[in-house]
Each structure stands twice: as C-alpha cells, then as structure tokens.
Nanobody
Framework: QVQLVESGGGLVQTGGSLRVSCAAS????????LGWFRQSPGKEREFVAG????????RYADAVKGRFTISRDSAKNTVYLQMNSLKPEDTAVYYC???????????????????WGQGTQVTVSS
C-alpha cells in the first residue's frame, strides 16, 4: 500500500545542517503519521520526530528539540527532516516510517509503525 524511500543523508561537520527526505508512494496519507527514527551501532531504534499528515501536528524527541524540524509537502507526498546544529551524537541511519493507526498523539514506539523505508546514513564528524 505504501512505499517509503529516504534520501539526503551524508557526511556533515559538527554544527552543520542537513535535510533528509522521505518520498512516499500512494494516496492514502490523509490519516497517517509519518515519522523519523534513527539507529546507531549498539543502540535500539529511537524516535526522532513525527508529523500527522492531515493536520501537521508534530512531536520531537527531547534530544532534537530546537534543532530538528519535520515538515511535509502533500503535493509531493514527501516528508522532510531539517537537521541543524548537528552533533556527533546524531550520527545514525535515519529511517522514515508510516503509522496508519495513530489517534491523538504521534506515537514513538517503532512497533506502532506499519511501513518503513530502507534508511539513509547521516554521519556527523567532530
């Protein structure tokens, strides 16, 4: 039903900025939450940010509040994660995911999400 493809990852220096994109295929996004997760070696996959497609409500992990911004372009079926003031701790594979069943809150648990992209590597050098 939904396919997700991430892009825009790369190498950036500490304090720099990067924007990753998630292109979604399909026409059933009006009730979905689109989220970004990340995973680094030896760590569990963690929630980064999410957005309710229909209303634009957002939620962020404490570690990225004030630095990252999630947004979407409905015409392009694309969700973005703008990452500013990057730190080495932000180094991870970033995954886009879609939650079909979110109600009031953007959910933060990976198990809640139904569709996943392949991930894009973000590396922040010191």
């Amino acid at each position: 039903q939904v396919q997700l493809v991430e892009s825009g990852g790369g190498l950036v220096q500490t304090g720099g900025s990067l924007r990753v994109s998630c292109a979604a295929s399909g026409r059933t996004f009006s009730t979905y939450v689109l989220g970004w997760f990340r995973q680094s070696p030896g760590k569990e996959r963690e929630f980064v940010a999410g957005i309710r497609w229909s209303l634009g409500n957002t939620r962020y992990a404490d570690a990225v509040k004030g630095r990252f911004t999630i947004s979407r372009d409905s015409a392009k079926n694309t969700v973005y994660l703008q990452m500013n003031s990057l730190k080495p701790e932000d180094t991870a594979v970033y995954y886009c995911a879609a939650d079909r069943n979110a109600r009031v809150l953007v959910r933060t648990t990976p198990d809640a999400y139904d569709y996943w992209g392949q991930g894009t590597q973000v590396t922040v050098s010191s």
